[in-house]
């Protein structure tokens, strides 16, 4: 890793040594415990996969809910994106190395690759803080675009936010950059990948059983969000009515696909923020 992301997990390292008694003190007031549901499992951490996956001694593959984070690089790879990743599993291994945590397991329990998705808390600190919020306070994940729910979704959201201003881990590069969302070229260059992506809603249509965010005029040029017709009562309950988005300024979050123009299918309703209101 470069000499910057040194310097950025020293940071971490001893924001972690202050920030954890912090943390507990917030969980104990309930200000940090949207996102638990029943335990299922505590295990001691053998090792770290990458910025989000680790490795428990009983061998079970533990992914870690609610958040995004570089993927690890190829063996041949180089750069910016690549040092990302492995400042992200530093990181982790920072907060995990040789701990036991509790886990706590949301809606989707196991991945394509057959890791268990899960919340994980510290259970050796009296407060058991959750290892995706320490990831996202430091800078060092982002909100994934399927949390779980709303209210959990805030949460996370509030730490990558304080991380995002003061500019912590990897919001310090370019690489975790919010796009302007009628940047269609920057947005067509992220094809594939995780993206997020902020500008106001030009105009809102439906076509089809689909329902079309537009961000620009043209298709091409600007963010096009689509959200299946089925799924607008869902988005409605949790406050981000499809089309009541119209001239407000949002920020969406998911997989960027090229269809005549940068696209994200919106699936979940924690995928769209509101940043402000027309």
């Known amino acids: 890793m470069s000499r910057r992301w040194d310097v950025a997990l020293a940071r971490f390292c001893c924001l972690w040594c202050i920030v954890l008694?912090?943390?507990?003190?917030?969980?104990?007031?309930?200000?940090?415990?949207?996102?638990?549901?029943?335990a299922v499992a505590i295990g001691k951490v053998r090792a770290i996969t990458d910025g989000r996956s680790f490795v428990l001694e009983d061998g079970r593959e533990i992914r870690l809910a609610g958040i995004e984070v570089p993927l690890p690089p190829s063996a041949d790879e180089a750069g910016p994106r690549t040092e990302a990743a492995l400042a992200a599993r530093k990181a982790l291994e920072t907060v995990?190395?040789?701990?036991?945590?509790?886990?706590?397991?949301?809606?989707?329990?196991?991945?394509?690759?057959?890791?268990?998705?899960a919340l994980a808390y510290l259970v050796a600190h009296r407060a058991r803080p959750s290892v995706a919020h320490e990831m996202l306070a430091r800078g060092f994940a982002r909100v994934s675009a399927h949390v779980g729910d709303r209210s959990c979704a805030e949460e996370f959201w509030a730490q990558e936010r304080a991380a995002r201003q003061a500019k912590l881990g990897l919001w310090s590069e370019p690489y975790y950059v919010i796009l302007a969302a009628d940047s269609g070229a920057e947005l067509s260059a992220?094809?594939?990948?995780?993206?997020?992506?902020?500008?106001?809603?030009?105009?809102?249509?439906?076509?089809?059983?689909?329902?079309?965010?537009?961000?620009?005029?043209?298709?091409?040029?600007?963010?096009?969000?689509?959200?299946?017709?089925?799924?607008?009562?869902?988005?409605?309950a949790a406050g981000v009515a499809p089309k009541?988005?119209?001239?407000?300024?949002?920020?969406?979050?998911?997989?960027?696909?090229?269809?005549?123009?940068?696209?994200?299918?919106a699936t979940r309703p924690e995928q769209i923020e509101i940043v402000e209101s027309n």
């Open 96 to 117: 995990l190395a040789d701990q036991t945590v509790e886990l706590y397991h949301t809606a989707a329990s196991v991945d394509r690759y057959g890791r268990t998705i």
């Open 190 to 236: 992220e094809r594939g990948r995780f993206t997020v992506a902020e500008g106001k809603v030009w105009s809102v249509r439906e076509s089809a059983g689909t329902i079309y965010i537009n961000f620009g005029r043209r298709w091409a040029e600007a963010l096009t969000v689509t959200i299946s017709k089925h799924d607008e009562g869902a988005f409605a």
């Open 21 to 38: 008694p912090t943390a507990g003190a917030r969980a104990e007031g309930g200000m940090l415990n949207a996102c638990r549901s029943e």
């Open 244 to 265: 009541r988005l119209e001239k407000r300024r949002v920020r969406v979050r998911g997989w960027i696909e090229e269809r005549a123009g940068p696209r994200i299918g």
